[in-house]
């Protein structure tokens, strides 16, 4: 079978399922993922420059990258940033949120549940729910520009914090704008929560940050539902990532070989509790779940999670002063630092080794991507598991291929296997 090209935030892949008398025996999610080199090129680098080499990671998730890469550095350094600037930290997380969650939600997810190829069979046939997440989507990276500098890869972050800081004014003067995105996004839940989801159950184990009094984004200890609860700058302690022979994409797993779920499913089931405002509200008006066991329906929970990254980003708006200075100065000391954040597809860890100088001698970087994986296939497998009765599959080749496809969007929406793209091999014996 032909894979074909994959970096870690899109290209193409594969599925192979082994059917022997009527028996699933083997699941493989294929994936060729070319070398990025990021983690090698950061080595020699300034401690000043993560920011801004990690952001071109992921186009659609580059804050993230930043976010963790910044935290990472100033944990090294023995520097922790709070007040404003970490609140313009958050609002620059939210705008992400948006344009991230929306995306997936209308371009990439809906598609499945209504019966379309893709969005723009969608668009012609429910022309106002496209341009609602094109307006939302829109919302999203208009406040990336506003913190950040520009939409995609933004260049006002720095170590330390920000390069400029907004004007109480400047974000004033964007309420209305997010007052109306959040409109919207509760409209998205309500049509996203009345879509038909096929049958699922998983116990996950979830693992997401956890914060004493926020839904966690920025920061936050790494916790689980199985009993986890460790600072986030020891996750490398928890976690480990293996090559592994179908795929050159890296399998992550827990120190003790278990698998786990990272993102918006994750993130509900232990934090939940946290959410309040206007999201609080609409989940509990479309009876969204607590915890949430069917991966179908995580498009509810993403939704609610731009609900709630517009209560989020309205409630910053509202309490903003001006900080001092755009940023704090860190200054380079010898170390070893490490951080989480929540990517809009999970847990996002970095971690950097420096020196007195301030130059990276080691990089680390786990992606949400990498830790999903082997999830993943544990979904596929049931999934054609429950396609099989008496030895025999009762979904045609073609449908079977369409909801293994809609089974990986469920997860992530930034490798090949979240688009229309996914080659199945049915081996079957």
């Known amino acids: 079978m032909k894979v074909g090209a994959l970096t870690r935030v899109e290209g193409e892949g594969g599925l192979y399922v082994e059917v022997r008398d009527g028996v699933v025996h083997d699941v493989q999610l294929r994936i060729f993922e070319p070398p990025r080199f990021f983690e090698g090129f950061l080595r020699g680098r300034s401690y000043t420059e993560p920011p801004d080499i990690t952001a071109r990671i992921c186009g659609i998730c580059p804050v993230a990258y930043q976010m963790s890469a910044c935290r990472a550095i100033e944990a090294a350094c023995g520097v922790e940033v709070n007040g404003p600037l970490r609140d313009l930290r958050r609002l620059l997380y939210a705008g992400e949120w948006i344009e991230s969650h929306v995306l997936h939600i209308v371009m990439l ?47 006002n972050v720095k170590v330390g914090g920000f390069y400029r800081v907004p004007t109480v004014r400047e974000l004033r003067a964007f309420r209305p704008r997010m007052e109306a995105a959040r409109d919207l996004a509760v409209e998205l839940v309500r049509w996203v929560s009345g879509f038909e989801f096929p049958d699922a159950t998983h116990d996950y184990h979830a693992v997401a940050l956890r ?91 993403r939704a609610v999670e731009v609900v709630a990254a517009c209560d989020e980003a309205l409630a910053i708006i509202d309490a903003y002063a001006e900080p001092d200075a755009p940023a704090i100065v860190v200054e380079p000391r010898a170390g070893t630092g490490a951080a989480c954040t929540e990517a809009p597809r999970g847990l996002l860890y970095h971690r950097y080794t420096i020196d007195e100088a301030g130059i990276i001698t080691d990089a680390t970087i786990v992606p949400p991507t990498s830790q999903n994986q082997p999830t993943i296939e544990h979904d596929l497998w049931h999934l054609v598991e429950d396609t099989l009765v008496d030895g025999q599959f009762v979904l045609d080749h073609e449908t079977l291929t369409h909801r293994c496809e809609q089974a990986v969007r469920n997860h992530d929406p930034c490798i090949s296997c979240a688009t229309h793209f996914l080659e199945l091999v049915v081996d079957e014996q």
Do not use: C, M
């Not at 966690?216 to 600072?231: F, I, T």
């Not at 179908?246 to 089931?269: E, I, K």
């Open 109 to 155: 997810h809906a598609p499945d549940f209504l019966g379309h190829e893709n969005a723009i069979s969608l668009a012609a046939a429910d022309k106002p729910a496209v341009e609602r997440g094109l307006a939302l989507k829109k919302a999203g990276n208009d406040l990336l520009e506003l913190v950040g500098g520009r939409a995609v890869h933004p260049v």
């Open 211 to 301: 914060h004493p009094y926020e839904y966690a984004v920025l920061d936050g200890r790494v916790g689980s539902n199985h009993g986890l609860d460790v600072p986030d700058g020891a996750f490398g302690a928890e976690f480990t990532e293996d090559h592994i022979a179908h795929s050159t994409a890296l399998h992550a797993h827990l120190v003790d070989g278990d698998h786990y779920l990272v993102g918006p499913l994750a993130r509900w089931w232990l934090n939940h509790d946290l959410i309040g405002g206007v999201a609080a509200q609409i989940a509990d008006e479309v009876g969204l779940e607590r915890p949430v066991r069917n991966p179908f329906r995580s498009i509810i929970v």
